[in-house]
Nanobody
Framework: QLQLVESGGDSVQAGGSLRLSCTAS?????????MGWFRQTPEKEREGIAT????????YYADSIKGRFTVSLDSAKNTLYLQMNSLQPEDSAMYYC???????????????????????WGQGTQVTVSS
């Protein structure tokens, strides 16, 4: 199993920045190849916005956030980050992190051209951007 806990969500003004964190724990951490960030509002389906290949550091982004958000991983701390800059009201959402590592389980998402089956999910952290 793998437990994911997000933090760092907050309310900010448009143009501001936030850094989200996602700490992973559990025996499945060693079998994880991709970790990603997703967001969802009540009006929209969950959107995959960034993912990172944990074994090599390659990153992939959705067009909607490319150039403003950066995903990174501190393997020593088992922590995934999402640095969000130039935030806009349309970035307001619940943000989730997720990871693969459970073969034949989870939901498929394609982020930046990379299709991954995400099996483990955190509970989310709320980001609110006001104009």
């Amino acid at each position: 199993q793998l437990q994911l806990v997000e933090s760092g969500g907050d309310s900010v003004q448009a143009g501001g920045s936030l850094r989200l964190s996602c700490t992973a724990s559990g025996s499945a951490a060693a079998r994880t190849y991709y970790m990603g960030w997703f967001r969802q509002t009540p009006e929209k389906e969950r959107e995959g916005i960034a993912t990172i290949y944990t074994q090599g550091g390659d990153t992939y982004y959705a067009d909607s956030i490319k150039g403003r958000f950066t995903v990174s991983l501190d393997s020593a701390k088992n922590t995934l980050y999402l640095q969000m800059n130039s935030l806009q009201p349309e970035d307001s959402a619940m943000y989730y992190c997720a990871a693969d590592g459970a073969p034949q389980e989870g939901i498929y998402y394609k982020i930046g051209g990379v299709l991954v089956q995400y099996a483990y999910w955190g509970q989310g952290t709320q980001v609110t951007v006001s104009s």
